[in-house]
């Protein structure tokens, strides 16, 4: 008989709902199995109520959020809250990577401009060039009363090579380019750095 065979009438089954939930939660970033496993038997310890109210907001992420057909910033509406305020300034819009950039820089309260996510940066290592992250949408926005394109790329390597490719492409617009201030540590991401940093970087900004 073959030791990996079941016992006689006990039928197999597939993986349990924990492990379902658990390996679906690995796949997000930062998170490895044993989080994923430790965040499952948190939920379990939750009231049915809370997962069920967990259950509706992810499916209403999935099938209502889109992107804002003008900055490409995730909403519920279109175009996006931001975009579709009419006391936002409009002379000034903002270049970020991610669409969770916008949220970091929201919460200093320093900026009532517009924003542009670009959705990555370029990396021709990596295939990404200016048609993946939409540089073309970007210029066609950069009409009256367009005055000023603030390139709040990430400190990275990519997020400078970005900003240097903007530069060129904006500038013959006759559009000012400016770049977030060094108050920002060189390798690390917006949407890490505190409200006053990025609040200074703003206040400190610099024309390329």
């Known amino acids: 008989m073959n030791e990996s065979s079941p016992p006689s009438g006990r039928k197999t089954s597939g993986p349990s709902s924990i492990d379902a939930v658990a390996k679906q ?11 994923a496993q430790r965040l499952t038997f948190a939920l379990l310890k939750r009231r049915k109520e809370e997962i069920d109210e967990l259950i ?6 999935a099938n209502q959020v889109k992107k804002c057909s003008v900055c490409g910033n995730f909403s519920d509406s279109d175009p996006c809250h931001v975009c579709g305020d009419p006391h936002r300034d409009r002379a000034t819009i903002c270049v970020i ?7 970091a820089i929201e919460r200093t309260g320093k900026y009532t401009g517009l924003y542009h996510v670009l959705g990555g940066a370029l ?76 609040a200074m970087a703003f206040s400190s900004r610099l024309e390329l």
Request: glycine share 10%; charged share 25%.
């Open 123 to 198: 990396s021709p290592i990596d295939g990404v060039g200016p048609e993946e992250i939409g540089v073309s949408r970007l210029l066609l926005r950069l009409d009256h009363p367009v005055k000023e394109v603030i390139v709040a790329t990430n400190p990275t390597i990519e997020g400078d090579a970005t900003a240097v490719y903007l530069q060129g492409a904006i500038r013959p617009l006759g559009v000012k380019v400016t770049r977030l201030a060094r108050g920002l540590p060189s390798g690390s991401e917006l949407e890490y750095a505190d409200e006053t940093t990025l």
């Open 97 to 103: 990577e991610q669409p969770q950039d916008l949220l």
């Open 25 to 35: 939660l690995a796949k997000l970033p930062g998170i490895g199995p044993r989080m």
């Open 56 to 61: 509706a907001a992810l499916s209403r992420l």
